[in-house]
């Protein structure tokens, strides 16, 4: 029995059933290649034209919000280090703590790592792009967590901008931590990750190229 | 002649549909990020393609069983010139 839990697996639904009849209708004509009758069109045109769109708009929204997930960003073998780290339930660095959250769990690389400006989801797409023809050109053929690539660093300094979405710089508990650095804080000028620096700890001793660096 | 291309185009189209819906469901049920960025460009730019082969093939028989009409039409015997008109009956 298939059970569809969010509009993502919805979506992938529809996406393989349209795909399926598209085929399906290629086939039957491959097959009886009958006239090219209205009937004949009418038909070649659903599985030609409207079958394959509504392929094309599911399939890349179930796509984009996929590429959302932990999993994905897991899926090249670089950043493995990272998700083991992340899906650890005994870690207790920065990554695990918040992909254990519930309100963005699976989604916790996405979260922390997602620009936040107006056109954010467009400007990390691209980087994404950008991460893949690395991996690609540097990083495929390196060793199981990507040992004697590159080391792998950040395109820009960490924006606390992400942090506050979630931690408020105005709550009293805050207030009272921080006195001192509000507003260097607030500005930019001290980064949350300055002082809360455990972030990927397990990740950063085994990351690609720590064995080079030992080396030299 | 245009009928039989307009065929040969669909049978490319159907083939080339195929091909892109086995890419494009295979990244669906694998998202490997290659794959999916292979799929959702390469694949949707070959069903595109592939429409608009169609849609030209579509065109070309309607050409084609148009210029088929209009040869029957001819060949079928002329019709008389109408007169001249006469006038209303007062």
Not at chain 1, 167 to 196: F, M, N, P, W
Not at chain 2, 72 to 84: F, N, W, Y
């Amino acid at each position: 029995m298939l059970y569809l839990h969010s509009t993502e697996q919805l979506l992938r639904a529809i996406a393989l059933a349209c795909a399926a009849l598209s085929v399906a209708i290629g086939i039957w004509y491959l097959v009886r290649r009958p006239h090219l009758h209205r009937v004949t069109k009418a038909l070649l045109l659903l599985g030609l034209g409207v079958f394959p769109g509504i392929v094309s708009l599911t399939g890349n929204i179930a796509s984009f919000e996929y590429t959302l997930s932990r999993p994905f960003c897991g899926s090249c073998h670089v950043m493995g280090p990272y998700l083991r780290d992340a899906e650890d339930p005994k870690s207790n660095s920065l990554a695990a703590l918040h992909s254990r959250n519930h309100k963005f769990g699976e989604n916790s690389c996405y979260t922390c790592h997602a620009d936040y400006q107006m056109f954010g989801a467009i400007t990390t797409k691209m980087n994404g792009m950008r991460h893949l023809f690395k991996y690609v050109t540097e990083y495929a053929s390196t060793g199981p967590d990507g040992e004697g690539g590159p080391p792998i660093h950040l395109y820009k300094p960490f924006q606390s901008d992400a942090c506050m979405q979630c931690h408020s710089t105005t709550g009293k508990r805050y207030l009272d931590q921080h006195a001192d650095q509000v507003e260097q804080i607030r500005s930019g000028d001290i980064a949350c990750i300055d002082c809360h620096s455990e972030v990927h700890p397990l990740a950063l001793s085994r990351r690609p190229g720590a064995k080079k660096e030992e080396k030299k | 002649m245009k009928h039989e291309m307009a065929k040969k185009l669909v049978f490319f189209s159907v083939i080339g549909t195929i091909a892109a819906m086995v890419f494009m469901a295979g990244s669906i049920l694998f998202p490997h990020p290659l794959l999916l960025v292979l799929a959702m460009s390469m694949g949707q730019g070959i069903a595109i393609f592939a429409l608009a082969m169609f849609l030209l093939a579509v065109a070309l028989d309607l050409q084609s069983s148009g210029a088929a009409y209009i040869a029957v039409d001819e060949s079928a015997p002329a019709t008389p010139e109408p007169g001249p008109e006469t006038p209303p009956a007062p």
